[in-house]
T-cell receptor, first 117, second 116 residues
Framework: AQTVTQSQPEMSVQEAETVTLSCTYD???????LFWYKQPPSRQMILVIR??????QNATENRFSVNFQKAAKSFSLKISDSQLGDTAMYFC??????????????FGTGTRLQVFP | NAGVTQTPKFQVLKTGQSMTLQCAQD?????MYWYRQDPGMGLRLIYY???????DKGEVPNGYNVSRLNKREFSLRLESAAPSQTSVYFC???????????????FGSGTQLSVL
């Protein structure tokens, strides 16, 4: 079975600074996807960034980037130039790559990020 | 662009009552999911349907039943509600065909359920 662990229940950062959210996972699979989802107070789930396990290059989406360490089974999210709108709950998630069709998402427990002015 | 629609948005039940949460998607997706979200627990998968006509248990299926009524609709039923089922419930859907990084999971806006 796959598990996803987010060891930081809460984080805070000053506006314009950089913050890193941690995520580790456990799996015996070799092919999989990793995701970061953002959930603002509106409860909407928003995909922030995703990574394919077989790609060594770290994914980047504007101010969001990941540090993917496959051997260590680590997938951290870095938010640069933090903005007030980044205040939200952030979930790390894992999905097995089953050739031809997608599998279910397994989520971590989340990290609540507060950005202060 | 409706996406994934969940009803109701809020519900209060008494212990022992039954109810059905409705979910519909208009994106012709094959796969649909029900998650529950609890503080400190993240989102946990209750049931999912990889395709029309199939359903499978997730991490926390006890106390729930599901029906994949057709390709669009996937309902979640609580036969005899318990206070432990107080939670926020999310329905989600995905195309279900491996498109690599193009594959996305679309979420509904959630149902806040309180069981007294």
């Amino acid at each position: 079975a796959q598990t996803v662990t987010q060891s930081q229940p809460e984080m805070s950062v000053q506006e314009a600074e950089t913050v890193t959210l941690s995520c580790t996972y456990d799996t015996s699979e070799n092919n999989y996807y990793l995701f970061w989802y953002k959930q603002p107070p509106s409860r909407q789930m928003i995909l922030v960034i995703r990574q394919e396990a077989y790609k060594q290059q770290n994914a980047t989406e504007n101010r969001f980037s990941v540090n993917f360490q496959k051997a260590a089974k680590s997938f951290s999210l870095k938010i640069s130039d933090s903005q007030l709108g980044d205040t939200a709950m952030y979930f790390c998630a894992f999905m097995r790559h089953l050739w031809g069709y997608t599998d279910k998402l397994i989520f971590g427990t989340g990290t609540r990020l507060q950005v202060f002015p | 662009n409706a996406g994934v629609t969940q009803t109701p948005k809020f519900q209060v039940l008494k212990t022992g009552q039954s109810m059905t949460l409705q979910c519909a998607q208009d994106m012709n997706h094959n796969s649909m999911y029900w998650y529950r979200q609890d503080p400190g627990m993240g989102l946990r998968l209750i049931y999912y349907s990889a395709s029309e006509g199939t359903t499978d248990k997730g991490e926390v299926p006890n106390g729930y039943n599901v029906s994949r009524l057709n390709k669009r609709e996937f309902s979640l039923r609580l036969e005899s509600a318990a206070p432990s089922q107080t939670s926020v419930y999310f329905c989600a859907s995905s195309e279900g065909i491996d498109r690599g990084l193009e594959e996305k999971l679309f979420f509904g806006s959630g149902t806040q359920l309180s069981v007294l």
